[in-house]
């Protein structure tokens, strides 16, 4: 299943608005250069001040009166350079029978706040994806 899964890198529920609300998926850090890798299935150390603070954005997504209006999938890739501000992108991984939200108005709601957020890792570069449904 490609949906939000409950595991030691996913979140809870999210804030219900509306008739939508936001359900937590995965993280998956995909790149951390620069930092010391752990052993195991998962390399990268969590980031977790980055992790609440990009939840708390995405968890106010049906509150946006831009959000798509209909239930999905998404998943928001943050690719962090240093301390500079995050490169935002949309990142479809999905199975073909997954109904994706419409990546436009996702970004138009969360792009302006999770440009504010930062790494804590000290990394080269970081490279995070967050996995989400609106139900």
Avoid: K, M, N
């Avoid at 949309?90 to 990546?103: I, P, Q």
């Avoid at 440009?115 to 990394?123: D, K, V, W, Y």
Wanted: aromatic letters at 6%; a negative charge; proline letters at 5%.
């Amino acid at each position: 299943d490609d949906g939000p899964a409950d595991d030691a890198r996913s979140g809870g529920e999210g804030e219900r608005a509306g008739d939508l609300s936001v359900r937590r998926g995965r993280v998956a850090y995909l790149r951390c250069d620069g930092v010391e890798h752990a052993g195991g299935p998962f390399p990268c150390p969590r980031d977790e001040a980055l992790e609440a603070a990009v939840w708390s954005i995405v968890d106010g997504l049906a509150a946006c009166a831009g959000a798509p209006s209909a239930p999905g999938r998404g998943d928001v890739r943050l690719d962090y350079r240093g301390d500079a501000a995050p490169a935002i992108d949309w990142r479809d991984t999905f199975a073909d029978d997954v109904v994706r939200l419409d990546a436009a108005r996702v970004l138009g709601c969360l792009r302006e706040e999770l440009a504010g957020t930062r790494q804590s890792l000290g990394a080269r570069r970081l490279l995070v994806s967050f996995r989400f449904a609106l139900e």
